[in-house]
């Protein structure tokens, strides 16, 4: 564990400071829910900077624009169903539930992982009610980790997830959503919301928000994105802020020690 971690570590690069020298806050975007919609695919795809894109499986133009988005310099991420306390019908193929074994699980995982190129790690699509359970989310884990060091978001769909200590457990790379910048789909709301990821990011040093392919979503980002570095944050890939969220933790852990 404490091997692929430290890996991680080396995903941390220079430069990660404004220009009057002072360290930058950095901040991570997710879009949810890419592959459905060309147009708005292709949009997604096309903004500025490491925005990580999060493909729904075995949708019609997720392979495509997956491609799309690595060519880009953008993460790809697989935008995993996981089974939701209510509103099931909503999952769409591909989604993982509780009453699956093991090999039905690990099997669904790794067709949905095959049918999308060049990803880097994953995080939920709903599963409010799986991701609260240790066993399913260990296999989740375990796979992640055959799998050559994927990475774990958890879109935290409930309070009760145990994903981040199911993935400490295991050894895998794992953060979480602070931020959901669309759930108004209001653009003064979503500009709001991207306020609040800046803030919580000079606050704690670094801030992952999830957002969708929405019109209202993408023209926000599109406006906002470009005025980061004069706020002091830089605008980092996923993996990245992993690393930072990683030392920052382990501080926290060698300070409580020291006590």
């Known amino acids: 564990?404490?091997?692929?971690?430290?890996?991680?570590?080396?995903?941390?690069?220079a430069g990660t400071a404004t220009a009057d020298g002072a360290?930058?806050?950095?901040?991570?975007?997710?879009?949810?829910?890419?592959?459905?919609?060309?147009?708005?695919?292709?949009?997604?795809?096309?903004?500025?900077?490491?925005?990580?894109?999060?493909?729904?499986?075995?949708?019609?133009?997720?392979?495509?624009?997956?491609?799309r988005a690595h060519e880009q310099g953008k993460e790809v991420l697989l935008h995993q169903p996981m089974q939701a306390?209510?509103?099931?019908?909503?999952?769409?193929?591909?989604?993982?539930?509780?009453?699956?074994?093991?090999?039905?699980?690990?099997?669904?995982?790794?067709?949905?992982?095959?049918?999308?190129p060049y990803v880097s790690g994953i995080?939920?699509?709903?599963?409010?009610?799986?991701?609260?359970?240790?066993?399913?989310m260990t296999w989740l884990m375990e796979e992640l980790q055959r799998q050559?060091?994927?990475?774990?978001?958890?879109?935290?769909?409930?309070?009760?997830?145990?994903?981040?200590?199911?993935?400490?457990?295991?050894?895998?790379?794992?953060?979480?959503?602070h931020v959901f910048l669309d759930n108004r789909r209001d653009t003064g709301a979503i500009r709001a919301q991207f306020r609040t990821l800046v803030r919580t990011a000079k606050?704690?040093?670094?801030?992952l928000a999830i957002g969708h392919p929405y019109p209202e979503t993408l023209?926000?980002?599109?406006?906002?994105?470009?005025?980061?570095?004069?706020a002091g944050v830089r605008l980092v890939p996923v993996r990245t802020l992993l690393s930072a969220s990683y030392k920052r933790r382990t501080e926290q852990w060698q300070a409580s020690w020291s006590r």
């Open 1 to 13: 564990m404490r091997a692929i971690l430290a890996a991680v570590l080396l995903g941390v690069a």
């Open 85 to 116: 306390v209510t509103h099931n019908e909503l999952l769409g193929p591909g989604a993982v539930t509780l009453e699956m074994t093991e090999p039905q699980f690990l099997r669904t995982l790794r067709e949905n992982l095959l049918a999308l």
């Open 123 to 136: 995080n939920n699509h709903m599963g409010s009610l799986l991701t609260r359970h240790p066993g399913h």
């Open 203 to 207: 606050r704690q040093g670094y801030a």
């Open 23 to 67: 360290p930058a806050a950095l901040v991570a975007v997710v879009i949810d829910d890419v592959g459905d919609r060309l147009e708005a695919g292709e949009r997604t795809v096309d903004l500025p900077g490491p925005v990580a894109c999060a493909f729904l499986p075995h949708t019609p133009h997720a392979e495509r624009l997956a491609v």
């Open 219 to 230: 023209a926000v980002l599109e406006a906002e994105i470009p005025k980061l570095a004069e």
């Open 148 to 177: 050559g060091g994927l990475y774990y978001i958890d879109s935290r769909t409930t309070h009760h997830t145990v994903a981040q200590r199911m993935a400490d457990e295991v050894g895998v790379p794992a953060g979480r959503r």
